[in-house]
């Protein structure tokens, strides 16, 4: 029989734990956000889909060879704009090149950090992708998701982890 003292100091004890930041295992739940819509200028949007009040756009984007390897030929070269955010913290926005029918050819992250400040206050970057059939390319999007945030799921870190997530980031065949 469990004394009456220890029964009476149970749910102090399970409120300060509680407190400390220690969660029960049924308490951690990991969603994932939609994937906004594709375009070639977007507005940044957190995993709930609110507006950061950052903008992203393709600036410009061509075929040609990287000029550390050219004897692979083609490549996507693109320039990219944030406006809105900075370049040590900001958002991330996966950039794909796509076919005629928006099917991803190739993507990556670009972030506001991996920009260089600008004198109007918008962030600029450059970023090279390599695609297995640069002819196939008629465009380059951004999908307004941000990718910034923290990854951790409740498996890997039951106390810290878990809420909403990101969209996994586009890949190859993705129809945008």
């Known amino acids: 029989m469990v004394p009456a003292r220890v029964l009476a100091g149970a749910p102090l004890a399970l409120v300060i734990l509680a407190l400390s930041g220690c969660s029960f295992p049924w308490g951690c739940t990991d969603t994932t956000a939609e994937r906004g819509e594709a375009g ?8 709930s889909g609110q507006l950061l009040g950052v903008t992203a756009e393709i600036v410009e984007w061509r075929l040609q060879p990287h000029p550390q390897v050219p004897s692979e030929g083609d490549r996507v070269h693109f320039r990219y704009r944030f406006d809105g955010a900075d370049d040590i913290s900001g958002p991330g926005v996966d950039a794909c090149a796509v076919d005629q ?3 991803a050819l190739g993507c990556q992250t ?10 109007d206050g918008a962030v600029t970057g450059d970023e090279w992708l390599a695609v297995e059939h640069p002819e196939q390319v008629a465009g ?18 039951i106390k810290d982890g878990g809420g909403t997530h990101p969209p996994k980031p586009a890949g190859v065949g993705d129809q945008l």
């Open 40 to 47: 070639v200028r977007v507005q940044v949007e957190d995993t």
């Open 101 to 103: 029918e928006r099917v």
């Open 110 to 119: 670009v972030y506001s950090s991996g920009a260089r400040p600008g004198p």
């Open 140 to 157: 380059v999007l951004l999908i307004p998701n941000d990718q910034s945030y923290d990854r951790r799921t409740c498996e890997v870190d």
